[in-house]
């Protein structure tokens, strides 16, 4: 089981990037996804899950209406985009892969937002 994130940075307040997320290893159709993330001295936290078939989204209060997950599964793929992004938005961003029991994590990607 594989998952490589890529697409972190540094950016510019008010900046965007997109993470992407390539998942091997597993029937990534029947899995639900999530981006996490862990800023210095603070608790990983859930940013966004997509439902295994695409069609349920949530995010966490701090991110709506600025971070959009979406999942391409011809690519076993998922991916955050992230918008206005801003200097609290600087830590770690970590993929998982999530079915009933089974946890998968990737190794994570760097997200810096400062001026």
């Known amino acids: 089981v594989q998952l490589v994130e890529s697409g972190g940075g540094l950016v510019q307040p008010g900046g965007s990037l997109r993470l992407s997320c390539a998942a091997s290893g597993f029937t990534f159709s029947s899995y639900a996804m999530s981006w996490y993330r862990q800023a210095p001295g603070k608790e990983r936290e859930l940013v966004a899950g997509i439902s295994s078939a695409g069609g349920n989204t949530n995010y966490a209060n701090s991110v709506k209406g600025r971070f959009t997950i979406s999942r391409d599964s011809a690519k076993n793929t998922v991916y955050l985009q992230m918008n206005s992004l801003k200097p609290e938005d600087t830590a770690v961003y970590y993929c998982?892969?999530?079915?009933?029991?089974?946890?998968?994590w990737g190794q994570g990607t760097q997200v810096t937002v400062s001026s």
């Open positions: 998982n892969a999530n079915l009933y029991r089974l946890d998968y």
